[in-house]
T-cell receptor
Framework: DGGITQSPKYLFRKEGQNVTLSCEQN?????MYWYRQDPGQGLRLIYY???????QKGDIAEGYSVSREKKESFPLTVTSAQKNPTAFYLC???????????FGSGTRLTVV | GESVGLHLPTLSVQEGDNSIINCAYS??????FIWYKQESGKGPQFIID?????DKRQGQRVTVLLNKTVKHLSLQIAATQPGDSAVYFC???????????FGKGTTLSVSS
């Protein structure tokens, strides 16, 4: 089945550590996106990539980094510079300029 | 500027009632809107979209209405069912058209 997979589902991080969230899709979508969701805040755009080897900052990119070396993969690293990383992270994919995104099931990151 | 918001954070209805979820936007140049449904612990799913050259669009049990004069759109769900309980987001493309910007969401609770 085609889809988008995020792993792990739950992730715990100690303060000062970097962690990487995985996002893989087999939908042959060109574009991929990372959103952060906090209670009552909706979804906020972190980074997005419309093509391999290219990505752009979203509204809240500080403290995060991404790579897009393969069409299928768009990992997100939450660095120690992110002051409040505890949140639900959602990855999505779609065709370029096609807004019917397919979302993954999310990764819940907790800083302990 | 770009912002998509919702009037009410929560809405409670009885099973069988019709539900109306509202969304206001600020950018009068916005020409495309989309509604997503997010069930607990899952990623959002596409429900329905509408372009600015339309006032109304119907899907299965859902209708989206767009009032460009007052920059308001709504999602109507007919004969609401317990399975409709979720968070509903309206969204629109950013100015560059490269990614979606989401509102804060309305939590719909359906009691039987």
């Amino acid at each position: 089945d085609g889809g988008i997979t995020q792993s792990p589902k739950y992730l715990f991080r100690k303060e000062g550590q970097n962690v990487t969230l995985s996002c893989e899709q087999n939908l042959n979508h060109d574009a991929m996106y990372w959103y952060r969701q906090d209670p009552g805040q909706g979804l906020r755009l972190i980074y997005y990539s419309q093509i391999v080897n290219d990505f752009q900052k979203g509204d809240i990119a500080e403290g995060y980094s991404v790579s897009r070396e393969k069409k299928e993969s768009f990992p997100l690293t939450v660095t120690s510079a992110q002051k409040n990383p505890t949140a639900f992270y959602l990855c999505a994919s779609g065709g370029r300029f096609n807004y019917g995104y397919t979302f993954g099931s999310g990764t819940r990151l907790t800083v302990v | 500027g770009e912002s998509v918001g919702l009037h009410l954070p929560t809405l409670s209805v009885q099973e069988g009632d019709n539900s109306i979820i509202n969304c206001a936007y600020s950018n009068s140049a916005s020409d495309y809107f989309i509604w997503y449904k997010q069930e607990s612990g899952k990623g959002p799913q596409f429900i329905i979209d509408i372009r600015s050259n339309m006032d109304k669009r119907q899907g299965q049990r859902v209708t989206v209405l767009l009032n460009k004069t007052v920059k308001h759109l709504s999602l109507q769900i007919a004969a609401t069912q317990p399975g409709d309980s979720a968070v509903y987001f309206c969204a629109e493309p950013n100015q560059a058209g490269t990614a979606l910007i989401f509102g804060k969401g309305t939590t719909l609770s359906v009691s039987s």
